[in-house]
C-alpha cells in the first residue's frame, strides 16, 4: 500500500494523538467558575498574559483556564531565559537523555497504551483503568533515572549560570502553583473527603504529565522516521479494500490541510485511520514506529 507522502507523513503524526486521550480519561471535567484562578492562602496572586513579564502562565480567552505547555515548564523556561549556545547543548542532552528513558518505557507497553487509549474494539472502562494503572507502575525506570541521575531542576542547576537558574526556578514554580490554585478551584474529584482530595489532585496531575510525555514520545518517533513512514504503514497488512480507503483519506486530508494542518484536523484523520484497522493492524503499526518486534 502507498499513500500520498503528505498524507501518509500525517497518517504517522496522527499516532501523537493517541496519547492525548490518556490525560484525560476518567478525570471529571473542570466546572469554570466566576474567578477560574483563585490565589491559594499564602501563594500570592497569579499574573497572566501581562505584556513584557516573563511567565508561563498564559489564560485561554475561550475558558479563562491555564493554557497547559506542550513541553515540560522546564523545558519552557529555560526558552525565556536567553541561553548561550554551550548552556542549550548542556541542557538539550539532559532532557535528550531522559527521552530516551521515556521511549523505551513507551516501546515495551504499546498494547496497554493501545487498551487504555480506548482504540480496542471490546475493552470496558474497567479494563482501561486497569491499563492505566499498570502505565504508571510502568512509570518506574523514569523514577529510578530521576533518584540516579537527578531531577531536572537538580541537573540544569548544574550547567547553567545561577541568576539564569533563579528565573528558572521561579517560573517553573510559579506555573506548578498556578496550575495546582486552578484546579483546587475548578476540578471535581470523586474523592468527598477533604483530607484526601489534595492527593486526588496530585494524582489527576501525574496522570496529566504521563500523558503529555507519551505524546511527546510519539512525536520523537514520528520526527525520527518521518522518512520511512511509508514503508512502515505498508506493513500492517492492510486488505485491499483497506487501501482503497486509506488512500482516499490521505488525499482528501492532504488537499484540505495544503502542508499545514490544525491539531484538530490530525486528531480527526487519526480517529479515522484507527477506525479503518483492526486490533492487531492498529498495535503492528505502533510496534514499527517503535522498532519493537
Not at 64 to 75: C, F, N, S, V
Not at 258 to 268: F, I, L, S, W
Request: neutral net charge; contains cysteine; hydrophobic residues 40%.
Amino acid at each position: 500500500m502507498r499513500l500520498h507522502m503528505n498524507g501518509l507523513v500525517m497518517v504517522g503524526a496522527m499516532l501523537v494523538a493517541c496519547a492525548g486521550s490518556l490525560a484525560v480519561a476518567q478525570i471529571a471535567p473542570p466546572a469554570t467558575p466566576a474567578n477560574p484562578q483563585p490565589s491559594a492562602p499564602l501563594s500570592g496572586p497569579t499574573v497572566a498574559n501581562a505584556p513584557g513579564r516573563l511567565t508561563l502562565v498564559h489564560t485561554s480567552m475561550d475558558s479563562g483556564l491555564i493554557m497547559r505547555l506542550e513541553t515540560t515548564p522546564e523545558e519552557e523556561a529555560l526558552e525565556l531565559v536567553g541561553l548561550t549556545p554551550e548552556e542549550k547543548a548542556a541542557t538539550d542532552k539532559i532532557f535528550a537523555e531522559r527521552a530516551k528513558v521515556m521511549d523505551k518505557i513507551v516501546a515495551e507497553h504499546l498494547p496497554l497504551l493501545l487498551k487504555f487509549q480506548g482504540y480496542r474494539e471490546n475493552d470496558t472502562t474497567k479494563e482501561r483503568m486497569q491499563a492505566l494503572t499498570e502505565l504508571f507502575r510502568a512509570m518506574q525506570p523514569m523514577t529510578d533515572y530521576s533518584n540516579e541521575h537527578g531531577k531536572p531542576l537538580q541537573l540544569i542547576a548544574a550547567v547553567i549560570p545561577a541568576e539564569k537558574m533563579a528565573t528558572v526556578q521561579k517560573l517553573v514554580t510559579e506555573y506548578n502553583s498556578a496550575l495546582a490554585n486552578e484546579a483546587e478551584a475548578t476540578v471535581k474529584t470523586k474523592e468527598n473527603q477533604p483530607d484526601k482530595r489534595p492527593a486526588a489532585l496530585r494524582g489527576r496531575e501525574t496522570l496529566l504529565h504521563v500523558g503529555n510525555e507519551v505524546k511527546r514520545s510519539y512525536e520523537r518517533q514520528i520526527a525520527a522516521k518521518e522518512a520511512a513512514l511509508n514503508d512502515l504503514v505498508t506493513r500492517v497488512n492492510a486488505s485491499p479494500a483497506q487501501e482503497e480507503r486509506l488512500r482516499k483519506l490521505a488525499a482528501a486530508y492532504a488537499k484540505q490541510t495544503a502542508g499545514k494542518p490544525t491539531a484538530a484536523q490530525r486528531r480527526e484523520l487519526f480517529e479515522r485511520i484507527m477506525k479503518e484497522l483492526d486490533d492487531e493492524q492498529k498495535l503492528l503499526l505502533l510496534r514499527e514506529l517503535f522498532g519493537d518486534k
